[in-house]
């Protein structure tokens, strides 16, 4: 029946992802033998009616769902997946940043395993300290939902007059066999793309936001960053408001789970920009000494050292681009000429 199988991929999107499909292989054969007792004893089957108000009865899918969640009280079900995906994301770019910031760190002095230790031992920090900032941020919005549930409906508790009529159509998967993004990921792709840009614009006036503590030692160091990094830091601002304004315009025009093959083209393409420009810095003088005649004997290695590092750096993020670029453009391709066939 569709409309159990709707039923059934509502509930899916709020169970613990590890046990997904065995908790919805094991409750489909339970309501299937359900819906088999009830036609037996009709003689006949449901009718449209009949079965929404069985359904109904079982409760809502973010109920149902709830009762295979571990138990919670900071953030709740409706919220959780969110929270989820952000705190991943978050603890992905975190520590990148991290180690981009460790790396220079240690390249800008005599390098000892005692430091590079010392770098290591404070990345368990580093993420506690985020998870602690994403899980603040939700559960400011949890108890902003309890309070308000007309200003989150999407987060609210479930009204006692839901309707299963009312559940998403079943969606189909993509080519190759992938599933389309859910609106968890693409609500969670907006929030995390305007907090990443949040923060970027942030970090000029506030560079501790970037280096931590390492910002004390930046301004007593001997380097300085090229007067190019102005531009290259306005570019990379670019093109985090295109891709931010285009996952928005999908978010609102409801077009989120379709592929996003334009927008890796036009995002990848953009994205070269600052690339080349950082490529195209004169002999890839990225950083500088504040004062060449004094420091150069003494810090000329440490400089040296620290250039190449980027420029390699660079290198492998441009080709990785470039890879992605005319990945998209190639199923840009096949996609077309598929749809050529099938018209003809």
Request: charge should be positive; hydrophobic fraction near 55%.
């Amino acid at each position: 029946m569709e409309l159990l199988d709707r039923y059934l991929q509502a509930v899916k999107k709020h169970l613990p992802w590890q046990r997904q499909d065995d908790i919805v292989a094991e409750l489909k054969a339970n309501l299937e033998a359900q819906l088999e007792d009830k036609e037996a004893a009709l003689g006949r089957t449901l009718t449209a009616a009949e079965a929404e108000d069985w359904l109904k009865q079982l409760g809502h899918p973010i109920q149902v769902a709830a009762r295979y969640q571990p138990q919670r009280s900071l953030i709740g079900p409706a919220l959780f997946p969110f929270y989820l995906y952000v705190l991943k994301l978050a603890f992905i770019w975190a520590t990148v940043i991290w180690t981009i910031v460790a790396v220079v760190q240690i390249a800008a002095q005599t390098p000892s395993e005692m430091t590079v230790l010392a770098a290591v031992l404070r990345i368990p920090g580093m993420l506690m300290t985020t998870a602690a900032w994403v899980t603040l941020i939700f559960a400011i919005i949890e108890f902003a939902a309890a309070r308000c549930p007309g200003k989150f409906p999407t987060l609210a508790p479930p009204a006692a007059d839901w309707s299963p009529g009312s559940l998403p159509p079943l969606t189909e998967q993509l080519a190759g066999g992938k599933k389309p993004r859910s609106f968890a990921h693409a609500v969670t792709e907006v929030i995390f793309g305007f907090l990443f840009l949040v923060w970027w614009l942030l970090v000029p006036r506030h560079p501790y936001l970037l280096i931590g503590p390492g910002v004390l030692y930046w301004h007593a160091s001997p380097f300085q960053l090229a007067p190019f990094s102005v531009l290259f830091y306005w570019w990379v601002v670019v093109v985090n408001v295109v891709q931010l304004a285009w996952r928005s315009a999908d978010l609102i025009r409801g077009s989120w789970p379709r592929p996003r093959t334009a927008q890796t083209i036009v995002v990848s393409a953009v994205g070269l920009i600052p690339l080349g420009l950082l490529l195209s810095v004169p002999n890839h003088a990225y950083v500088l000494l504040r004062n060449p005649a004094l420091d150069q004997a003494r810090y000329g290695a440490a400089l040296t050292s620290i250039n190449l590092s980027i420029q390699w750096s660079a290198v492998v993020i441009c080709a990785i681009t470039i890879l992605h670029l005319v990945w998209g453009i190639g199923r840009l391709g096949v996609d077309a000429y598929r749809k050529r066939v099938a018209a003809m």
